[in-house]
């Protein structure tokens, strides 16, 4: 079965200071990773996602991932945060080839400091 | 944007009463999902549905169940509300063409059971 550990609950950083959610993955079998943000009281969108290729993936908002085989992490980085990052990311997991079920992780809360 | 709309948003109800939450979507997808979200748990998967009369279980589907009589709508029922069923409700689709492999999200449901 595959999991998603996200091993941060929350990280505080402060404005125009770098950042790296951190998300480590279990699964036999090759994935699709997928990090997705959601703002305050909204729905869930898209950052970015790795399916195969450059290891290196850059999303929208300035975020880019590393998919990191040996590892088994898929990490979260931008180098300046702004105040509008303030949100919570998930983290995600789904199987190559198969037709259903995305597996999240718990999410990680960005706190902005000004 | 998926053209996933959600309804109601926000739905106050009491203990041991029915409520039917609906997810439309636009664009005559197959794949559609039912999660809730609740704080610590990220994303758990309810139900789900591949077409038509088509659905399946996900890993908290108890108390919960889902019809689709039509491609673009997907219901969720909640036969006898808990409150424990207190949740976020979020649909999400996948796309039959182009980039088939990511799931997005309607706006959310906000359900209160007193």
């Known amino acids: 079965a595959q999991s998603v550990t996200q091993l941060d609950s929350q990280v505080p950083v402060f404005e125009e200071a770098p950042v790296e959610l951190r998300c480590n993955y279990s699964?036999?079998?090759?994935?699709?990773l997928f990090w997705y943000v959601q703002y305050p009281n909204q729905g869930l969108q898209l950052l970015l996602k790795?399916?195969?290729?450059?290891?290196l993936v850059k999303g929208i908002n300035g975020f880019e991932a590393e998919f990191n085989k040996s590892q088994t992490s898929f990490h979260l980085r931008k180098p300046s945060v702004h105040i509008s990052d303030t949100a919570e990311y998930f983290c995600?997991?789904?199987?190559?080839?198969?037709?259903?079920?995305?597996?999240f992780g718990k999410g990680t809360r960005l706190h902005i400091l000004p | 944007d998926a053209g996933i709309t959600q309804s109601p948003r926000h739905k106050v109800t009491e203990t041991g009463t029915p409520v039917t939450l609906r997810c439309h979507q636009t664009?005559?997808?197959?794949?559609m999902y039912w999660y809730r979200q609740d704080p610590g748990h990220g994303l758990r998967l309810i139900h789900y549905?591949?077409?038509?009369?088509?659905?399946d279980k996900g890993e908290v589907s108890d108390g919960y169940s889902v019809s689709r009589s039509k491609t673009e709508d997907f219901l969720l029922t909640l036969e006898s509300a808990t409150s424990s069923q207190t949740s976020v409700y979020f649909c999400?689709?996948?796309?039959?063409?182009?980039?088939?492999?990511?799931?997005?999200f309607g706006p959310g449901t906000r359900l209160t059971v007193l």
């Open positions: 664009e005559n997808h197959r794949y």
């Open positions: 549905s591949y077409g038509v009369k088509d659905t």
């Open positions: 999400a689709i996948r796309r039959d063409r182009g980039d088939t492999d990511t799931q997005y």
């Open positions: 790795y399916l195969s290729g450059s290891t």
């Open positions: 699964s036999s079998v090759s994935v699709y």
């Open positions: 995600a997991v789904s199987l190559m080839n198969r037709d259903d079920k995305i597996i």
